[in-house]
């Protein structure tokens, strides 16, 4: 095991509530270093091959930290079940962002490799089984620091009433399916968990660390999917979803994976379909659609990125401190009501913006003009009587905004891009 720095070692007692965020804390970076340790082992199980493969996963914590009851959010990486890293860049600036936040963050490596990989091509079968070992994995790792607090001091300062989990692409399934698939009578009756390596000990699996909880308090997809999303029913784990609508590799609602875009593995349900399903059962929810984009959007694209960082910045501080979270994913795809607006004339450009946007209302009569971030927190706001304002945003953040006009008679939205 690599050691960068000495992780702190003091013993807190742990707490269900939500934790003091009034410096910032969850909510903003107030940590400008932070630290890694690597490779620590967290288990070990069987792959596809029946060969013992070491579970390891790097844990992120932020310099000069004095607190030692701090939130964890674990995170897994993307790959199709079959490469991927705990390292990879789906998963690193993720980890990093949110450890400078004050969260502690590990990101875990999970057994790799799928049967009929690469002739002749996976069935639903293949893939389940890479999933199932995947999801063992990360029920292991949340059991390990439980484990951890218990009987080693709580080495990494954590508040073990405060663990989530979250992944990319592949790793979003993991996440999905750790949160819902928790009745071993869900399971599919065309797997053998018996006589295929590595599929013992039911849903918990034997990666590790037994006796322990592997409750998670909320879960983040990132482009990833579930299974079987009757899975999901009252009283379940809450759920951020993020996905692009031209996600080429992972389906963004209901339909047919297909492994490596050739072969057709099962009907999977992507996070439009969750949030749904969610919805339907009443289930803390939020999803952010990413139109127009494909797989990971936030790995190519910095505004995605900031998207995402925002997203689970604000969803995840409901839980850790107790803020106040509204979905704003909803206003941004707010119709025009009555508000009596010519149409053709409202218009925010340039788009994206650097340092000035102006906005055409073909309004006259006063009405006010807000901007809001993605979270809903007003950033600027003015009242007018005119049908043209020219609006200073240099000293906005990065990233995409909220245009409201509104009046006695209704409201009307668009977005912009500030860069």
């Given amino acids: 095991m690599k050691k960068i720095t000495t992780a702190l070692t003091l013993l807190i007692a742990t707490y269900s509530f939500a934790q003091d965020c009034s410096q910032g804390r969850y909510k903003e970076e107030i940590f400008s270093t932070i630290s890694t340790t690597s490779d620590i082992q967290y288990g070990s199980n069987l792959d596809k091959n029946g060969d013992n493969v070491n579970l390891l996963l790097d844990v992120y914590t932020p310099d000069g930290d004095a607190l030692t009851d701090r939130a964890l959010i674990i995170m897994a990486h993307g790959g199709s079940f079959i490469a991927g890293s705990k390292t990879g860049s789906d998963v690193v600036d993720l980890c990093t962002d949110l450890t400078k ?15 009929g990989i690469p002739f002749p091509g996976p069935d639903s079968a293949d893939a389940t089984e890479s999933v199932y070992r995947a999801v063992q994995d990360g029920r292991a790792a949340v059991r ?30 993991i996440a999905l399916h750790l949160a819902y698939l928790d009745d071993i009578s869900e399971f599919p009756n065309y797997v053998d968990t018996i006589g295929q390596p590595g599929l013992t000990g039911g849903l918990e699996g034997n990666s590790g660390n037994p006796g322990y909880s592997s409750k998670v308090n909320a879960i983040v997809n990132i482009s990833g999917a579930l299974g079987d999303k009757s899975w999901l029913t009252a009283g379940g784990v809450p759920v951020l979803n993020l996905h692009g609508n031209q996600d080429g590799t992972v389906p963004y609602n209901s339909d047919i994976l297909y492994m490596t875009g050739i072969f057709p593995i099962m009907e999977v349900h992507g996070s439009a379909a969750i949030a749904l399903q969610a919805d339907m059962v009443g289930v803390n929810n939020c999803y952010k659609q990413f139109n ?5 959007p936030h ?10 960082i925002t997203y689970m910045t604000g969803f995840l501080a409901q839980f850790t401190c107790g803020d106040p979270f509204t979905c704003s994913d909803a206003a941004l795809f707010m119709s025009i009501s009555d508000l009596k607006i010519n149409k053709a004339e409202f218009s925010v450009y340039p788009n994206p913006a650097s340092k000035f946007i102006t906005i055409t209302s073909g309004l006259v009569n006063d009405y006010d003009i807000d901007i809001l971030d993605l979270l809903g927190k007003k950033v600027y706001s003015s009242h007018l009587n005119n049908d043209r304002e020219m609006i200073d945003v240099s000293a906005l953040k990065s990233g995409q905004y909220i245009i ?10 668009k977005t912009v891009v500030i860069e």
């Fill in 404 to 413: 409201k006009l509104s009046d006695e008679t209704g409201s009307a939205n």
């Fill in 101 to 115: 936040k004050g969260y502690v963050v590990a990101s875990i490596n999970y057994r790799l490799g799928m049967n």
């Fill in 299 to 308: 790995v190519s694209n910095s505004n995605y990125y900031d998207t995402t």
């Fill in 292 to 296: 127009g984009a494909d797989h990971t």
């Fill in 144 to 173: 390990y620091f439980r484990k951890d607090f218990t009987e080693n001091n709580n080495m990494f300062g954590i508040d073990t009433s405060q663990i989530y989990f979250g992944g990319v692409s592949a790793g979003g399934f």
